[in-house]
Structures are given as C-alpha cells and as structure tokens.
C-alpha cells in the first residue's frame, strides 16, 4: 500500500507542476461563459460529491467486513462494482475536469486512469482469483469490473449498494475537504475574475444547494445503515 501511495502521489505531483508553469493550456477560460460550462461545473461538483460518496463506501465497507483480504466482499458497494474505490477516484477525477479544466483533459486524464489503475486491477484480480477459486469466477460473471450495470442500479435499493458510516467519513474527511475546497476555490477565482462577484452568485447558489443535498445523502444513508446494525 504505501508503495503504491508513493507512486500516487509522485503522478500527482508531476502533474501539478506541469499545470503550474502553463495554466493557459490546461485551465478553461470563460470570458463570457456559455450554458454548457455553467452545466459542466454544476454537473462536475456533483460527480465530484458521487465519487467521494462511493470511494468512502468502498473503502469503508471493505475494512469492515475482510480485514487483511480475508473475506471476499460481494455486497454493498461490492454489488455493482468490484472495484468501487477506483470508480470513485474516476468520477472524482472527470468531475475536476468538468469543473476547471478543458474537455480534451478527460481524454488525458482517461489514458492516465487506465494505465495506472488497470494494471493495479489486473494484479489485485489474480491474487482474489488465486484466494477465492471457487467464489471468483461467478463474482466476475455477476458484476462488473468497475463501471455498475445501469439495470442493477435501478433495480436494487441505494442503502444497499451505497451503505456509508459516518465514522468511515471521518477517516477521509481531510482529504475529501481539500479536493472539494480546492476545486471551488480555483473555480470561483476564475469565474469572479473574469465576470465579477454578481455575476457569479447564481452559479454559487446551484452549487452550494448541489453540495446540501449531498449532505443530505449523506445523512440518509448514514441513518439506513445504523437502523440496520
């Protein structure tokens, strides 16, 4: 694990830096703004708020029912993804581009994703098909390596699915704060910057009333989840 954080954030690192020096290629200017970027950013923080919602899931629920790998995990956020953390880290990564970044960045970013992360599930695929021999093949029949099947998702409850504690929030409360805070903050700057503060404002309500009602998930899901304990 903590290799693979080094790798992690040796990637990032680089990245920053290469954003750094040359913001004018990579950032979205919106001199006059169109519909569709007001749409985009929206849309981008709330896929940002999706994928940090399944990553904690992920993570959550995995170190709660097999501490150390012992345990092969086929419920929860497990039934629509075998691999929800990584789903996570994808929407997170497509909703920063959405709001901050020009569309040709998911591309990029996409190439990254699969380069990285792929191999990372191919590796984590043979030891699970190694430990679980009889279990593991039908788990892969039934569910899908990492985007959920639209079908299943309608079909099943989302507390099932998508059960969250907010003790497993807390956990990742940092970082969660700092991709969002970040985010909202090179957007804002962009935007006021270039259009004012009174022009900004609407765009800063639907996202502020974006962000409640993902609190609201949040609690909902919570609430489920120790009902049911």
């Not at 190694?130 to 998702?153: E, G, H, L, M, N």
């Not at 699915?161 to 990742?172: C, S």
Request: positive net charge.
């Amino acid at each position: 694990m903590k290799k693979r954080l080094k790798i992690n954030g040796i990637i990032i690192f680089f990245i920053v830096l290469l954003i750094a020096f040359s913001p004018g290629i990579f950032f979205r200017k919106e001199i006059v703004p169109t519909y569709w970027d007001e749409i985009a950013e929206i849309f981008g923080i709330a896929v940002i708020l999706l994928g940090q919602i399944i990553r904690v899931s992920g993570r959550g629920y995995k170190a709660e029912k097999s501490k150390n790998g012992r345990a092969l995990i086929q419920d929860g956020p497990y039934a629509i993804s075998r691999n929800p953390m990584y789903l996570g880290i994808l929407l997170i990564g497509i909703g920063i581009i959405l709001v901050l970044f020009n569309w040709w960045m998911i591309v990029i970013f996409l190439l990254v994703f699969v380069t990285h992360y792929l191999l990372l599930i191919f590796k984590e695929e043979k030891k699970l098909a190694a430990s679980f021999p009889k279990d593991y093949p039908d788990y892969c029949k039934r569910v899908p390596r990492i985007f959920p099947s639209f079908t299943t998702v309608v079909k099943m409850d989302v507390r099932e699915y998508l059960p969250l504690k907010f003790a497993w929030l807390k956990n990742e409360i940092g970082s969660i704060l700092a991709v969002l805070l970040i985010t909202l903050l090179l957007e804002s700057w962009e935007d006021i910057r270039n259009q004012g503060i009174s022009a900004y404002l609407d765009e800063a309500i639907i996202i502020f009333i974006t962000i409640v009602l993902f609190i609201g998930l949040i609690i909902y899901l919570n609430k489920s989840k120790a009902e049911q304990s």
